[in-house]
């Protein structure tokens, strides 16, 4: 590693990459798919993200993003405790449902209902977590939400993960 003191620097801050140019950059690296629910003033309120990642296993915390100007976000940033679903290969539909603007998320065919701290619990994924706001920090254009996991339980954790990847839904195969 070099010294930070003597290091070249350049005479000029370059200016950050285009947009349109990172998002393509970041579509060759496959991520994660999980569907945040909460329930807020009697309704349930959930969003589909490929961000979700641990942040610390003493105490238990979790994150994922959300955009800054989501609606959805709008609505689940009010939450105090919210729902992550892991997802398996199998629920890109689901998946695309909860990422689609102005969809019927929690219509049929989502077949879902109340857990006992009143989140909404989606059937069907692989693992579920339950977690209670831990802090929220707007950074640039997304919203970084932590949570401290308060449950957990893991419904099939032989069905691979869901991925996207390149725009797409996919399943994962080990070598």
Do not use: K
């Amino acid at each position: 590693m070099g010294n930070p003191d003597t290091a070249a620097r350049p005479a000029t801050p370059r200016p950050p990459v285009r947009a349109d140019r990172f998002r393509q950059l970041l579509r060759h690296h496959p991520a994660g798919v999980v569907i945040v629910t909460a329930d807020v003033a009697g309704e349930p309120v959930g969003l589909t993200a490929t961000s979700f990642t641990s942040v610390s296993l003493n105490p238990p915390l979790v994150s994922f993003y959300a955009a800054a100007d989501s609606a959805t976000w709008a609505r689940l940033s009010r939450a105090r405790v919210f729902g992550v679903h892991l997802l398996g290969e199998d629920q890109a539909d689901l998946a695309s449902r909860f990422a689609a603007r102005g969809a019927e998320r929690f219509a049929p065919p989502t077949r879902w209902s109340y857990d006992v701290e009143g989140v909404p619990a989606l059937e069907g994924g692989t693992a579920r977590l339950v977690c209670h706001r831990h802090e929220t920090h707007l950074i640039g254009d997304h919203w970084l939400v932590v949570g401290r996991v308060v449950h957990s339980s893991v419904h099939d954790s032989s069905r691979p993960p869901l991925l996207y990847h390149r725009g797409s839904f996919g399943g994962f195969t080990a070598l």
